[in-house]
Every structure is written in C-alpha cells, then in structure tokens.
C-alpha cells in the first residue's frame, strides 16, 4: 500500500481518478496500514508560519499538463521538417515580430496538406489525438487529487519523525501514536516560528543530538 503523501503528485500513476476516489484509497490505507507521509517531504506542502496562532499549510498538485494535442499538431510533428527542407528559401526567424518571416507560411502550407489526407491517412492522426485526450483527462484529474488543504491533510501520520525534537524555543514530544503534520506543524509555529517576513515554511533540518532547525524563507 503506498503511503499516502508520497504518491499524492502522482495521482495519475496510481489512480487517474478524482478526489472522492483517491480518498476512499487514503482511508482504505489508513485503517490497514497507518499511511505516513515521509518527515523529509514537508516541501511538498506549502505552509507559512508566523506563530502558534497563525499557522496554515495546504498541499497543491504539480502544474496542469498541456492542452490535448490536435490531429493536426502530430501530423505537423511528422512531417513539417521535411515541409522546411523542401522551402530553403523561407525564412525562419527567433523573436517576436522580426521580418521577414515565414512561420506562417509553414503553418499555412502543413494546413494544406493535411486537409488534402484522404480519411484513412487522417484516422492514424485522430487516433493519436484520441488518445492524447485521454492522457490530459487523467493528468487533470491527477492534478485535483492532489489538492489538499489543512482539513486533509492534518490528521495524516508523518514517517521518521522523532518522538522528541528540540527547537530552538523548546523541546516537543509527539503525541501518542506519532505525529501528525497538524501536531508536528502547531510544534514548528511553538518552537521556531518564522520572523519579520521571513514566514514561509521551507523545510527542517537535523542538527544532531535531537537539535532540529527550521529553514523560512519570504
């Protein structure tokens, strides 16, 4: 059973279903196996601390993946350096509003030519497409799977945390049956808060000894 944050951006991977299903997974899992999240993941979730009584951390999923390629667009793919071979006399400028310019001629004459398929040519293009469209949808809803705000995300066991940690303002114990990422973040905000503008959580680090450091940035 995989432990529930460490596959959360790959959603797709493991599900490519939505949120309502993938928690079904995590509650699955956390009754049969205590699913962790690991404690040198906390870059994962973004969190800004200031103090005890303004702590909040949420948990987003990795970028969209791009819009669904058109059947067009792989049968450009395929065919459009072989269009510029054949054209050494157009002109293929890098920038923006240089002249003269030929990119859309390019794109006019592939245009042409995939018009000018017959249908069974067009089908291997479309099957393609199909196809891409299908990847998209589950990377989207891979995307939303992996959202999570502090309700969520609270109660979720954290792996290799220590029982006992010492800040530079105090030492924190974990609670009974470990810790969570809300106990072991109402710990951070207690015993080394962020300061000034200085409140965006980046990560923890280990000093030795059961010293642990808590790294902010702005």
Known sequence: MPRVLDFLGMGD??????????????????????PRMSFDTFNGISAGIRGPDNVWYNMHGREMEDIAKRPLDFFRAEHEQAVKDAHPEW?????????????????????????????AAKQTYEALAAKDEKRCARQQAAYYASEMEEEEL?????????AKIIFERGVAYAPTGGWTVGTLFDAIAKGHPGYGDHTFFEGMYSQGNGYYGVMYGS
């Open 13 to 34: 991977k493991f599900t490519g279903n939505t949120r309502a299903v993938v928690s079904k997974l995590w509650r699955a899992a956390a009754d049969k196996t205590k």
């Open 91 to 119: 002109i293929f400028p890098e920038g923006f509003g240089v002249t003269p310019n030929d990119w859309p001629t390019l794109f006019k004459e592939m245009c042409r030519l995939y018009d000018n398929l017959d249908p």
């Open 154 to 162: 609270k109660d979720i066991l954290v792996g290799h945390a220590p």
